[in-house]
């Protein structure tokens, strides 16, 4: 029992929420992008049709 309270604790401690330091625009009141979001987006596509081309095989 010793130790599942451990574990509770240290899952508690774990997942507590840290103020965030961002610069402004990274909050509620309004947001702005960076290149790298564009270029993640790129990525993501292209593993997306990687994956679709893939998938189908030799039909």
């Given at each position: 029992m010793r130790s599942l309270k451990r574990?509770?604790?240290v899952s508690a401690?774990?997942?507590t929420a840290t103020n965030a330091?961002?610069?402004g625009g990274h909050a509620v009141?309004?947001?702005h992008w960076h290149a790298s979001?564009?270029?993640g987006f790129v990525?993501?596509?292209a593993?997306?049709?990687a994956?679709?081309?893939?998938?189908?095989?030799?039909?």
């Open positions: 574990i509770a604790v401690l774990i997942t330091l961002a610069h009141e309004g947001a979001d564009a270029w990525v993501v596509m593993l997306a049709a994956a679709v081309l893939f998938s189908r095989g030799d039909r």
